[in-house]
């Protein structure tokens, strides 16, 4: 069978202002401020959301980015009488927020603490970040509800995506495939190579809800659970910026991540007879365009490396369409790319290629071609469990785990990309170890709470060169996981008592 608009490669490949702040506890969002460029108009993109979504990534991102030449210029007038005084000042001014005043008071006896100041300021921002997003709902999405109908409609009762832990991947499920991120199970891990135990068990607490409590639909409902894996590369310099866990080797990342896919279905299959229940689906994404490529599976479940949609070309074959052709165009190209695709796998590839074809015109509208930052430009480490707020390209570096012994290979390339991003620099590393619990099981809070210090000294004593230096800092927080509240703050190793006084 012919195979149009398929992509097929059958060697080896290594290609590839200001924002103000809501008072008090909230990022608020700027006016776009990035140049629109040509080339992001498409029939099937919606401009409107585009608009909406920019303005709080914008938003979020100032607030980050305004901490260093804030603290630059505070540093300036340290020596002064008033220093402390107008410290402050333009602290409320510029970032939203006071700063620690035991650090500001011990000033005049030595040079300002900047390291232990830097890693203060990232960590309020984080939590007024987080408060913002649990009490504001920024990125709720319109079709939430109706997605939940249309993914059983396309024959899967959940949806278990595992990116790379990488910070370019972060906006994956919001923006790139623009899927609402309450429906979607999402956990991080360095080259996409997931815990297939941890997977296991998620398939378990699934099933056991479908039997129980007949939710998110009955047992014997014909749906199956969608596992998803998605990869990385770069188009800019495929050489240097794909994948660091994969030693930016586009094919050796796709190959490990269909590995982890299929040992996945195995141990399922193994284990409780019934490999029908699991379907599994391959993605690769340009960190450089947000354009992704399809890796979809045939009729008996098997993925080929060498065959995948391409979303970047089909932008381009159907831009000058009208919608419902263009709608069509990608429909056929997907009926094409494999034999005997199940009707529902092809409904759900067409659906995020159509979604994809909206961040394709989102990039080229507020950064041109390409994102400008192609390579790592996180701002700090998120270590634990929770971080569904964090939908945002290039914000943090995830490393899920439970303990830091367990995910040693997740935490050693974050501290890798941080050593160059911060270390090198004299600006600390700020890591924010996090486990969200359920506050409806008895001690669920205190063993979360355990759980942080236990991570928080591992993470010390692991870098301990870097710790002691002061160029590596901690916050550990942990979020009641049932509601919307915000997260809570135990201990820091900035400065404990303001951190833990903070709610």
């Given amino acids: 069978m012919q195979r149009a608009n398929a992509n097929r490669t059958r060697r080896p490949d290594r290609d590839a202002g200001r924002a103000p702040m809501r008072r008090p506890g909230g990022v608020g969002s700027a006016p776009p401020r990035a140049a ?31 901490i260093t030449p804030v603290l630059k210029q505070i540093s ?4 002064e009488t008033d220093f402390e005084q107008r410290a402050q000042q333009t602290a409320r001014q510029e970032l939203g927020f006071e700063l620690p005043p035991e650090i500001l008071a011990d000033a005049w006896i ?85 815990d297939v135990e941890d997977s296991i068990q998620k398939w378990v607490e699934v ?41 930016s080797d586009t094919r050796l990342a796709a190959s490990e991540g269909l590995k982890r896919l299929e040992g996945f279905r195995e141990a399922i299959e193994n284990s409780f007879c019934c490999g029908a229940s699991i379907d599994l689906l391959l993605i690769g994404m340009d960190t450089d365009t947000d354009s992704i490529r399809v890796h979809m599976p045939d009729g008996q479940g098997r993925i080929d490396l060498d065959t995948h949609i391409d979303s970047l070309g089909l932008f381009g074959e159907t831009a000058n369409l009208a919608p419902a052709d263009a709608q069509a165009a990608i429909e056929r ?60 390209r290039n914000l943090m570096y995830f490393a899920y ?50 759980r942080c210090r236990h991570v928080a000294a591992a993470v010390a004593a692991r870098y301990a060169k870097v710790f002691e230096r002061g160029l590596l800092h901690v916050m550990q927080v942990v979020r009641d996981c049932t509601g919307s509240g915000p997260i809570e703050v135990v201990d820091c190793s900035v400065m404990a008592n303001e951190f833990a006084g903070a709610h």
């Fill in 207 to 247: 099933e056991m809800l479908r039997y129980r409590e007949g939710r998110p639909n009955l047992a014997d409902a014909p749906t199956r659970y969608l596992k998803v894996v998605v990869y990385h590369f770069s188009s800019v310099d495929p050489e240097h910026q794909g994948c660091a866990a994969h030693g």
């Fill in 76 to 79: 300036a007038y340290q020596h």
């Fill in 110 to 194: 030595c040079q300002l603490d900047m390291k232990r100041l830097f890693a203060w300021c990232v960590f309020e921002t984080y939590r007024r970040y987080c408060d913002a997003f649990f009490s504001d709902d920024p990125l709720v999405a319109d079709s939430a509800e109706d997605f939940a109908a249309f993914l059983q409609g396309c024959g899967f009762h959940t949806l278990d995506i595992s990116p790379c832990a990488d910070g370019r991947l972060a906006h994956v499920i919001r923006y790139v495939l623009r899927l609402p991120q309450d429906h979607v199970r999402r956990k991080s891990y360095a080259g996409a190579t997931f």
């Fill in 36 to 66: 629109r460029h040509a080339g992001g108009v498409h029939p099937l993109v919606d401009s409107r959301e585009n608009e909406r979504l920019f303005r709080y990534e914008d938003g979020v991102k100032q607030a980050f980015d305004r």
């Fill in 401 to 450: 785990l439970n303990t830091v012994e367990e995910a040693t290979k997740d935490m050693d390339v974050g501290i890798k990309i941080f050593s160059g991003l911060n270390a090198a620099h004299g600006l600390p590393i700020p890591v924010v170890v996090r486990f969200d619990y359920h506050g409806q099981v008895p001690g669920a809070r205190e063993r979360a709470v355990e």
């Fill in 333 to 392: 190209s997907v009926a094409a790319a494999v034999d005997d695709a199940a009707d529902g796998m092809q409904r759900f590839v067409a659906r995020l290629l159509h979604n994809n074809l909206s961040q394709i015109a989102y990039v080229r509208t507020f950064h041109g071609s390409h994102y400008a930052d192609i390579g790592h430009a996180e701002r700090f480490i998120g270590a634990g469990i929770g971080f569904e707020e964090v939908q945002l």
